[in-house]
């Protein structure tokens, strides 16, 4: 079965670090381009960022508003996706998914939570 | 780059859905819609325009020119329920959503 499951969230206080996982599983991880696409609760579809496969460079591409707090970073060994997620505000607080693609998303995760609060 | 999605849409059941995206020239571009119920991720129902995932009905078409792009939802049923996203790539933005559109079948 073709899949993505997302760990790792939580409450986080801001300023804090918090490192998201995405194990993937059904496909082949290592020729994938791979994304993170965040909701805040209620709202809309927000991209965060995205990786290329190994093979066509591994280059990384974040949104604007995470530029510089964010790293995302792939191991094909362990079919998993991360992203590190760094001096965080209660902004960034929604519900962070994984999804296949750099472009058109076909297989998302079921996301996880992060809330960032005091 | 700006996507504008209308906020809601009402249908009757049987009846043709169409859920508009807007923006400069987006003809030019790939479009790509989603669709999300509530408490579930996003399902990529079209692509590239107007291609069907496999497992998605042929009620759902696209159609991308100009400056509007258009997800086509054919004899509407009470399961088409949800939150429809358009998105596109953008050399400057990289990858753009719409705001969203919640289809209402009455």
């Known amino acids: 079965e073709v899949q993505l499951v997302e760990s790792g969230g939580g409450l986080i206080t801001p300023g804090g670090s918090l490192r998201l996982s995405c194990r993937a599983s059904?496909?082949?991880?290592?020729?994938?381009?791979m994304s993170w696409v965040r909701q805040t609760p209620g709202k809309g579809l927000e991209w965060v960022g995205r990786?290329?496969?190994?093979?066509?460079?591994?280059?990384?591409d974040y949104a604007a508003p995470v530029t510089g707090r964010i790293i995302i970073s792939r191991d094909d060994s362990k079919n998993t996706l991360y992203l590190q997620m760094n001096s965080l505000k209660t902004e960034d607080t929604a519900v962070y998914y994984c999804?296949?693609?750099?472009?058109?998303?076909?297989?998302w995760g079921q996301g996880t939570m992060v809330t960032v609060s005091s | 780059y700006v996507v504008t999605q209308p906020p809601s849409l009402s249908v009757a059941p049987g009846q043709t859905a169409r859920i508009t995206c807007g923006g400069n020239?987006?003809?030019?571009?790939?479009m790509h819609w989603y669709q999300q119920k509530p408490g579930q991720a996003p399902v990529l129902v079209v692509y590239?325009?107007?291609d069907r995932p496999s497992g998605i009905p042929e009620r759902f078409s696209g159609s991308n020119s100009g400056d509007t792009a258009t997800l086509t939802i054919s004899r509407v049923e009470l399961g088409d329920e949800a939150d429809y996203y358009c998105?596109?790539?953008?050399?400057?933005?990289?990858?753009?959503f719409g705001g969203g559109t919640k289809l209402t079948v009455l």
């Open positions: 020239n987006i003809g030019s571009k790939n």
């Open positions: 998105q596109v790539w953008d050399d400057r933005s990289f990858v753009v």
């Open positions: 590239d325009d107007r």
């Open positions: 059904g496909f082949t991880f290592r020729d994938a381009w």
């Open positions: 990786i290329d496969s190994n093979l066509d460079g591994g280059t990384t």
């Open positions: 999804a296949r693609g750099g472009n058109a998303f076909d297989i």
